[in-house]
């Protein structure tokens, strides 16, 4: 097999590794285990190599099984072990959806360091590797049955890990389930936080200087971005069956990060890059984008959209409403049309300002319609239901003006 350029630090300074995770298997000859050996491979023929593995939980089916966990680690990952990767792994619904399954889970996952808070050891921890810190959450099964998922007592450690750690250039922090909504899935506990964790947990992230959450558990890969911070959910290692057909595709996504940023490339099984990003994108800020005073993308444009938008009521469309962005019940709104799968839609903040900026980036996925205020603001994805995202969209050939509305726009390929 052929090998695969993976992503590598522009200075001397960076990293690169890897984030995958669910593969759910641990059971000899079972279909998840054929599943994960197609992920593995990929990994195994990137050069160079990866530094380390990020593999936020969900290795096995049963965390409770000793046995899936012997077969995981002695057999399925082997290699990892073989080639003397670093392998950080995660407390997660399928590893401890009971406390009996704590006493396996830190038998089995000896490597955890046993610097988590007091009656989380061997659970949640960090690695220090150099100028790079890696946090990773204990968040086992959310259930009435059993409550010793993440508590907002965790932030309160988690702030003082990246306190004391603040000298590090690059902080990544781990955890099983996303802190906001993927890729088109309901804000039911069982898939995220509660909206009422979300502001607490987030604010340390931000006051810190993460460089993104890395999650799972939704079987998908997908990035949203809150207030300049991108949450990156890649969960293709395996759990194939509940990938919805033509959307979402076993993965791997390998990671770059050195002092102009991060970047992510996602492979699928056949070694292709189906997604990708550069964050804080763009590179050099975008005032150094060209202006144009019409809202017309330039013809055969493939890349990232930037509009300034200006509205006392007004709104911007195609002739043929493929795209329409403005003002609805008092939110800023953007909608585009995909053949093939009807209107998508994007929600914003209450536009209680006089302009926004709006961000269309088609290779980012559903997350990849963003907003702030101004060019001093930080970036965050705009809500939505889709699970496409831009992909697939063309520009139309001009963007119409209606009603009281100004807008300026920059463009900037892919």
């Not at 509660?194 to 607490?200: G, H, M, T």
Request: net charge negative; hydrophobic share 35%; glycine share 10%.
């Amino acid at each position: 097999m052929e090998d695969i350029v993976a992503l590598t630090p522009r200075d001397e300074s960076g990293h690169q590794f890897v984030l995958y995770s669910d593969s759910t298997s641990g059971e000899p000859g079972c279909p998840h285990e054929a599943r994960r050996r197609r992920v593995t491979e990929v990994i195994r023929r990137l050069r160079p190599r990866p530094e380390f593995l990020a593999f936020p939980g969900d290795a096995v089916m049963d965390g409770a099984d000793a046995g899936q966990w012997r077969h995981w680690l002695d057999v399925e990952m082997r290699w990892a072990r073989d080639a003397g990767l670093p392998l950080y792994q995660a407390t997660s619904n399928h590893h401890c959806y009971s406390a009996e399954c704590e006493p396996v889970f830190r038998r089995h996952n000896p490597q955890i360091p046993p610097n988590g808070p007091e009656d989380q050891r061997g659970l949640a921890y960090y690695v220090r590797r150099g100028n790079l810190l890696y946090v990773c959450l204990h968040q086992p099964e959310r259930s009435d049955e059993y409550e010793s998922a993440f508590r907002f007592d965790d932030t309160a450690w988690l702030e003082r890990v990246l306190a004391e750690h603040a000298d590090a250039e690059y902080k990544f922090v781990a955890g099983h389930y996303p802190v906001f909504p993927v890729n088109g899935y309901s804000e039911a506990p069982q898939w995220c936080f509660k909206p009422d964790e979300r502001e607490r947990f987030w604010d340390a992230l931000v006051r810190r200087g993460v460089d993104a959450y890395l999650c799972s558990h939704v079987i998908a890969f997908d990035v949203q971005v809150r207030k300049g911070i991108p949450q990156v959910t890649s969960a293709g290692a395996g759990t194939s069956p509940h990938m919805p057909e033509g959307v979402e595709y076993l993965h791997v996504t390998q990671l770059a990060v050195d002092r102009a940023g991060s970047r992510y490339q996602v492979l699928d099984v056949h070694g292709n890059v189906r997604e990708r990003l550069e964050w804080p994108f763009p590179a050099g800020g975008a005032k150094d984008w060209p202006v144009v005073d019409a809202v017309r993308p330039p013809r055969g444009f493939d890349g990232i959209l930037l509009l300034q938008i200006r509205t006392g009521g007004g709104w911007l469309s195609s002739p043929g409403r493929e795209f329409w962005a403005g003002p609805s019940a008092g939110r800023l709104a953007v909608e585009v049309d995909l053949p093939g799968c009807g209107t998508q839609r994007w929600t914003g903040p209450v536009l209680d300002r006089a302009a926004v900026q709006v961000a269309l980036h088609p290779a980012m996925g559903p997350g990849g319609v963003l907003w702030r205020w101004t060019d001093e603001d930080s970036w965050s994805s705009m809500e939505s239901a889709s699970a496409r995202g831009l992909s697939g969209f063309r520009w139309p050939a001009e963007i119409e003006r209606h009603g009281e509305v100004e807008a300026r726009s920059r463009f900037r390929a892919l």
